[in-house]
């Protein structure tokens, strides 16, 4: 069996301010230890389902040369390789070679979800609301649409209560999910702590992989149109030029294609 695991820094227990989550201080680097850590017992769970090869992309924009890179190769678990990318969403290579299922650990809710901690969609400061084909998504939506057009599916979501939801709501009850906090407030929540969070994502990793067809790869449908609307028109302004990229709207615009893969890569890279 081969696992593709996804992962964000903001949804792992115990992180709930920014800057647990980047700029090269004290707490970004305690926050990395809690997230290589919440990744190892994913791989523990994987392995003890029979993940032969397990591979690890961190999907955390941390900023500088942090991003797509904070996880701690030292004390990732020898079992798992790690994919550092350069572009969000560029690394297909797993996916495409085939794989079973694919486990997103660490995940945050979409912009706007009143008990999202660390809330945002891709950008923080830029973007409101993304559609695809008129359903709002945040990041869960973005990742299960990738390993969804190569046929994988996610069977599992870890992180707040919220995005747990919002994981249930687009993938449905057959999802295994494993909430690690829930938020009072996008940066405040009751946390589980570190030790018992990581034991229970091993424990929802194993379980998920128990039945690898629980949850159908997710398509949000063909032909695909792709909606994102930003928080002010300044914001839509690096996206104008865009390849494939018809502004409707004083902050919004959309990019359409055959499928969800088409659209998407034929305007974001
Ligand atoms: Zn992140």
Known sequence: MRVHIISDIEGV?????WAQTGGDQTLYHEGRKLYTEEINAAVRGAKAAGAKEIVVVDCHGAGGDYTFNSLLPAELDPDCEFVVQNEWTEYTEFLEEGCDAALFVGMHAMAGTPDGVLSHTVSSQAWQNLRFNGTLVGETGINA??????????????????????????????????????????????NI????????????????????KAVQPYDPGRPCEIEIEFTSPDRLEEYRNRKNVEVTGPRLIVARGDDWWQAWSSFYF
């Open 13 to 17: 227990a115990g992180i709930v301010k």
């Open 145 to 190: 649409a990738l390993c969804g057009h190569w046929g994988c599916p996610v069977l599992l979501v870890t992180g707040d209560r919220a995005v747990c939801r919002e994981g249930r709501t687009l993938l449905g009850e057959g999802l295994t999910t494993v909430e690690v906090k829930v938020g009072l407030g996008r940066f405040s929540a009751r």
């Open 193 to 212: 702590p570190a030790v018992r969070a990581r034991e229970m994502i091993e424990a929802g990793a194993k379980r998920a992989l128990k039945d690898l």
